[in-house]
């Protein structure tokens, strides 16, 4: 990668691409946010209907939406930690398709030529592009972390923690930003044709899956769990653990490791759109 | 120093064939058409000048600096307006303009709105709204704000009308008195004879001639076309002496005659072909 950033550059590039997609963000923004408050508000009223539903489900069903058993769901923190894990697979979807799309759409349409010929170098323009990426990550997870702070608090005044809440989101937005990872480091090595958001979602979705497997099949194949990072980062399993006040054991290493795997992700996507043919 | 230094090129798209063992070189303070069919390899040799895509083997260097490794400072002081001009939709020309500028490390404001009215262009017009020719108009204003020693186009005057074409080669005429070197890809012929100082003629990914326009206009035979009441018209080119030939067609009694001069068209036609 070229020596001589400069960031002035860089904050080019990532303005007007943040100006570019801030509509298109913002609906992102406001539609999770407030889905995730009507869910978050409406426990009080759902409460009961909730505990009857959820005792109809079978175990399976309720180890997919991130909790063991409607036993779990007592208070709103329970509850939020089950809501959180079907957010937590909007928000990565919302990550692969945003770091899939950040280099990629100059490609597709032809303006890279534009910005290609400007007196600027790729590893300034991956940075502008990647600081774009993970600033509408942070910014929606910022939204939905107030979101669920400001329900929290007005339900359930005494028992909820937002420290415990922002252990969770904070551990979560690793898992947003390695799928944002994979999107960006795609969209440098695949060829135009191939739209990096086909292969980020498919690997979403793909170790979603085998994820859940290994939580059907914990006694004979436990570790295919760890393939899932959204089952890594589970709410429920946060906050039941001891990073929370919880008694079971927090194991860091799977969140050490997607760390470790997106910052790879990153540094890599830099050295390939160093050379990539730009077509 | 030579402004472009293309020595020994090839690149390969998987097995495609783009361009092959390519070299020729473009003097400084020139225009230099460089012509050829379509899939020539003209854009495969632009494209890797300006290091979009990388070479398979040989060199592209600009004044000096390989455009592998010194793309930055090449960048600093080439411009360049492709074929296609792809610009963001929801812009306005202005704000492309702005953004553009931005990256340049002097900002003359008065020089972009003089570029904004002589080529006519409303800057505050959304690009999405604009037609090819404002748009390539666009590209033309983002080619020339740079103040670049070299001007590297694409089929620059697709999409403008006849008017427009002639202003702006009057302005790349401009630039070149001011010292830039102007690297031109067409397919327009006419254009070419009439600004270019040289051309290179490129067929199936290598240079098949190098001709500077000078020699070409001296070296351009006379073609006589005529046709005799009753007969069928005759056109050739002249071989001999001029006067000798009109003493001749003198006698004859003609409807009609024409002599001027082999068109370069003609000329490049033959390379385009592969006769030459």
């Known amino acids: 990668m070229s020596k001589n950033i400069e960031m002035k550059r860089v904050f080019t590039v990532f303005k007007i691409d943040f100006i570019k997609r801030l509509k298109s963000n913002l609906i992102w923004v406001a539609a999770t946010v407030a889905m995730l408050l009507l869910y978050l508000l ?5 409460e009961e209907l909730i505990l009857e539903k959820i005792e109809a489900m079978p175990d399976e ?40 799309n950040v280099l990629y759409e100059e490609e ?10 400007q007196e600027i170098s790729r590893t300034e323009i991956y940075l502008g592009k990647l600081v774009n990426m993970v600033l509408n990550i942070l910014i929606i997870v910022t939204f939905a972390y107030l979101a669920i702070i400001i329900s929290g608090y007005s339900i359930d005044s005494t028992g909820f923690s937002g420290v415990d809440i922002f252990k969770v989101v904070g551990l979560n937005l690793v898992v947003f930003l390695f799928f944002g990872s994979i999107g960006l480091f795609s969209s440098t090595v695949l060829n135009k044709k191939i739209k990096p958001s086909s292969v980020t979602i498919g690997v979403f979705f793909g170790t979603y899956l085998i994820g859940y497997l290994g939580n059907l099949m914990e006694d004979s194949f436990p570790f295919l769990q760890y393939v899932s990072p959204i089952y890594i980062t589970n709410a429920t399993t946060i906050l039941n653990s001891s990073l929370c006040g919880g008694t079971e054991f927090y194991n860091p290493t799977g969140i050490i490791v997607i760390a470790v795997l997106t910052f790879s992700l990153l540094v890599a996507g830099g050295f390939a759109y160093n050379r990539k043919n730009i077509q | 120093m030579n ?57 592209a260097k600009i004044f000096g600096m390989d455009s592998k490794k010194e793309s930055k400072k090449i960048k600093a002081i080439t411009s360049y307006l492709p074929g296609e001009v792809n610009y963001y ?10 953004y553009a500028e931005a990256f340049l490390p002097d900002k003359d404001k008065k020089y972009k709105e003089e570029l904004l009215e002589y ?7 959304n690009i999405s709204d604009l037609s090819l020719g404002n748009r390539k108009k666009v590209g033309i204003i983002v080619c020339l704000l740079k103040k670049a020693k070299l001007i590297i186009l694409d089929e620059p005057t697709s999409g403008l009308d006849p008017l427009m074409q002639k ?64 007969k069928k018209p005759i056109s050739y080119l002249l071989k001999g002496d001029i006067n000798t030939v009109t003493k001749e067609l003198a006698t004859k009694e003609l409807e009609y005659l024409e002599i001027k001069y082999q068109s370069i068209e003609e000329e490049f036609e033959k390379y385009y072909k592969g006769e030459k």
């Open chain 1, 108 to 117: 597709r349409t032809g303006t890279i030529e534009f910005l290609n010929a």
């Open chain 2, 119 to 125: 080529f006519e262009l409303d800057p505050n017009r």
């Open chain 1, 42 to 46: 409406l426990y009080p009223t759902m």
């Open chain 2, 89 to 98: 939709e929801n812009m306005k020309v202005r704000d492309l303009l702005n």
């Open chain 1, 61 to 100: 069903l309720l180890s997919l939406l991130g909790t063991d058993s409607a036993l779990g769901i007592t208070d709103f923190t329970s509850y939020f930690g089950m809501i959180f894990g079907v957010f937590a697979i909007v928000y990565s979807i919302y990550a692969s398709i945003l770091g899939s």
């Open chain 2, 3 to 59: 402004a472009i230094e293309i020595d020994n090129l090839t690149k390969f798209y998987g097995k495609v064939k783009g361009v092959e063992n390519l070299s020729f070189n473009v003097g400084e303070n020139q225009i230099v058409g460089f012509v050829g069919k379509n899939g020539a390899g003209k854009s495969t040799t632009i494209r890797t000048l300006l290091n979009f895509i990388f070479p398979t083997s040989g060199t």
């Open chain 2, 167 to 230: 202003k702006f080669f009057h302005k790349l005429l401009e630039e070149k008195k001011k010292g830039a070197t102007i690297f031109l890809s067409s397919h327009n012929l006419t254009d070419v004879e009439q600004y270019c100082d040289r051309v290179e003629i490129i067929r199936d990914g290598a240079i098949v001639k190098s001709l500077s326009m000078k020699n070409i206009q001296k070296e351009r035979k006379l073609r006589i076309s005529y046709k005799e009441k009753g």
